[in-house]
């Protein structure tokens, strides 16, 4: 789901962007959103460009990029660092905790060699923590870019990974 | 609707696709049309209904028989059954008993008789979320018309004052109250934001009544803009609750078409705009004004009070903040009349709580009970007792914030008032049930690290007391904890309550005094023996002990 930015004609998808939210200072975090789904982070091209198409003097809208890092970084949903090909949320939160996520946790680790926050050599993964996202009644919970898994054992995590080779 | 014969609704929360719901309504389409029924029998969806056990789950209606877990190749001979013979597929029928157990209603307690009926939960998972006339069918919109064509904005607040309705995102402020302070505020302009940020952990209730009933949060908003006067609203949801979004997108669209929405609702002058707006994953958000920065394209720090955003809200305009649970019993009280919403659940705090339970219990998910029932009835009645081989030890309520409540406060009633003199926090109706081999100190340091995480560290004590707080919790279970560290905890936890600038700083340090409070002689094992008495703590330092 993550494209290489320079696929992508990023003032295009800006443009695209800023027209559906519009030109405004409160459409900043859905303009942001809709870059970082596209592109899966935000490339320091796509903060240059939301500066200068949002520059607009008759709106009042004046932002410098210094705000627009500042704002990205933030939020968990926007990256500003290129991620893998596919990004692996592990939710950290008691009930999932509770219920058997810390071997789940253990096991991610091992079978990608990756800490939390890395990125395999070959662009293929990237595995994060995640605060719950509200499917507790099946935790453990594992998201695999938009593929949810739940009830997750340590013993189905070769067989998940094994869907994305 | 009306042409139709019968509806199949099929779940599809994310477990239920995982499990192939899609591939599930493609058959029960093809099924129909091999019978040729495609013309007499709809096929929709609906949300989470809380029914984790029997997913992809069908009810039928008009019958409501509830079949599950129901796979694509049984799609053929549900159809063939139920809808062409005309009787029920009894090989696929979910377990009655269970079902009846789920989202219930407790009989007379205390000698007054909680109906056999659901308020916030009433339409979610028997209606189709995204056909505004179904709504409409279940009395949907009653009340908006009610409101505006037959009572005064005060008479709308008198009735949502004589209620006793209280907040559920929280803080269980009286939502009347709340209600006149934002009617009575100078200004002309003014705004309503319905709180569907919900991301305290184990918390998802809110989910559930968006996906299941998103035209009562809208209908319920226009009342509350009717109410104090605003004309433009927004709902705050949180980034990760795509189905909930899409939903909501479709019922406000559904509802200008309608006329329930934008100009001259009901023929009358008031004219209501309504936003939805998706947050990007920051926990703080759900704190109001953070919320309202957030809104506003900023970073979501939450502000500094006074003033509340009663008078300085959303562009410094008076502006109403309520959970979508709060905002979801409004229609049903302008409905039945105040009276009727005291007569459930105690009287100090009336109404019905929604739950998510979790944790070492045999049913989890979202209940819907009156106030003032005990966590020993949640565990024994709805989730079916602890798993085989669990005794209870504690309950996490409420997401991060909330209490750890140990088995001495297993009877006490579940309502705001009982818990505040219990010294407990009901918080956002998560209810983590943990037995024996759950162990105090992992749990708290899992906890913190959520603080630690979430804190957005605008202020000082709440940034470097949760990190502190968590790595002397995290000392303690790599075997290296000091006594003497104890009571910085307690000290630390002081200084947040006392400093912090918003209710993460302020509840942040709950779970350690909680520990500290009913599970010392545990947490001293780990420092004074070194040892885990569950074995769930490593006792030494290992390599990646803690998610960075
Ligand atoms: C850190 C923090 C997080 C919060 N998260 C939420 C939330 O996700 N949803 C919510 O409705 N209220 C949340 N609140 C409470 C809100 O600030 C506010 O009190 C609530 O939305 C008011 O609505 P109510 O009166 O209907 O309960 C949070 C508060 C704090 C301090
Ligand atoms: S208490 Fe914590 S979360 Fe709240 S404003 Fe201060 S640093 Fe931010
Ligand atoms: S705690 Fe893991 S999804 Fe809620």
């Known amino acids: 789901m993550t494209a290489p930015s320079t696929e992508r004609d990023i003032p295009a998808l800006v443009r695209a962007a800023i027209e559906k939210h519009g030109a405004k200072r409160d459409a900043l975090i859905p303009i942001l959103s809709e870059v970082n789904l596209a592109l899966g982070y935000i490339p320091g091209e796509a903060f240059k460009e939301v500066r200068k198409q949002l520059h607009d003097p008759t709106e009042g809208v004046f932002v410098a990029e210094s705000q627009l890092h500042a704002l990205a970084s933030f939020y968990d949903m926007l990256a500003t660092k290129p991620r893998g090909e596919h990004v692996i949320k592990f939710c950290e939160n008691a009930p999932c905790h509770v219920v058997g996520g810390k071997a789940v946790w253990d096991t991610l680790r091992e079978k990608l060699s990756l800490k939390n926050g890395e990125t395999t050599p070959d662009g293929k993964w990237t595995l994060v923590t995640t605060s719950c996202i509200g499917l507790c009644s099946v935790g453990p919970v594992v998201l695999v870019d938009e593929d949810l898994y739940g009830n997750v054992t340590p013993e189905q995590i070769g067989d998940i990974l094994g869907r994305y080779e | ?548």
């Open chain 2, 1 to 548: 609707m009306q042409t139709k014969r019968a509806m199949i609704l099929v779940s599809n929360d994310p477990e239920s696709i995982r499990l192939g719901a899609d591939d599930l309504v493609k058959s029960l389409n093809d099924a129909l049309a091999a019978y040729e029924l495609q013309d007499e029998v709809d096929v929709s969806t609906i949300g989470d209904v809380g029914r984790a056990d029997i997913l992809p789950l069908v009810i039928v209606y008009p019958e409501a028989t509830v079949y599950g877990p129901v796979k694509a190749g049984d799609a053929r001979y549900l159809v063939e059954e139920h809808l062409y013979k005309g009787r029920v597929a009894t090989d696929l029928l979910a377990p009655p008993k269970q079902l009846s157990g789920h989202i219930g209603w407790l009989r007379t307690r205390k000698g007054y008789n909680p109906a056999e009926q659901r308020v916030v939960l009433e339409r979610a998972g028997r209606i189709d979320p995204d056909d505004i006339e179904d709504y409409i069918a279940h009395s949907g919109y009653e009340a908006l018309g009610k409101a505006v064509t037959e009572m005064t904005p005060m008479q709308v607040i008198e009735t949502v004052e004589k209620s006793g309705l209280q907040g559920r995102g929280g803080a269980g402020f009286p939502a009347g109250r709340k209600w006149r302070f934002v009617r009575g505020a100078e200004g002309d302009k003014k705004y309503v934001i319905c709180n569907a940020d919900e991301s305290e952990p184990g918390t998802f209730k809110d989910r559930v009544v968006m996906e299941g009933d998103p035209h009562q949060v809208l209908e319920a908003l226009a009342i509350a803009a009717y109410a104090i006067g605003a004309d433009e609203g927004f709902i705050y949801i949180r980034g990760e609750y795509g189905v909930a979004y899409q939903r909501l997108e479709k019922a406000i669209r559904q509802a200008e078409e309608f006329g329930f929405l934008g100009n001259n609702i009901f023929g009358t002058d008031f004219n209501f705009h309504l936003h939805i707006h998706a947050g990007a994953g920051a926990y703080v958000c759900g704190e109001e004004t953070a919320l309202i920065e957030s809104l506003e394209g900023k970073r979501g720090e939450p502000r500094t009070r006074p003033p509340y955003p009663t008078t300085n809200g959303l562009w410094n305009k008076p502006t109403l903040v309520n959970n979508v649970e709060t905002l979801s019993n409004v229609p049903a009280i302008l409905r039945n009349g105040p009276e009727w919403y005291k007569a459930i659940g105690t009287p100090s705090s009336p109404g019905t709580k929604v739950y998510t339970i979790m944790g070492n219990i045999n049913f989890s998910g979202v209940i819907e009970v009156p106030m003032g029932i005990t966590l020993r009835e949640v565990i024994n009645i709805y989730a079916k007792g602890m798993k085989p081989g669990s005794t209870f030890k504690m309950a996490q309520t409420g997401g991060a914030s909330g209490s750890i409540i140990p088995a001495a406060l297993q009877d006490t009633p579940m309502d705001f008032e009982s818990f505040r003199k219990a010294g407990v926090s009901l918080g956002s109706g998560a209810l983590l049930i943990c037995d024996q081999n759950v162990c105090i100190v992992d749990l708290v340091k899992v906890l913190l690290q959520f603080f630690r995480f979430e804190s957005c560290g605008k202020c000082t004590p709440c940034r470097i007391g949760t990190q502190r707080s968590y790595e002397i919790v995290e000392r303690i279970t790599q075997g290296q904890g000091q006594l003497e560290e104890l009571d910085k905890l307690l000290e630390m936890a002081a200084e947040m309550e006392r400093a912090s600038n918003c209710g993460l700083g302020q509840t942040a340090s709950a779970p350690v005094r909680d520990m500290l409070k009913h599970f010392r002689t545990e947490v001293e094992a780990h420092i004074r023996l070194g040892i885990c008495p569950t074995g769930v703590c490593p006792m030494v330092v290992e390599e990646e002990a803690a998610p960075a």
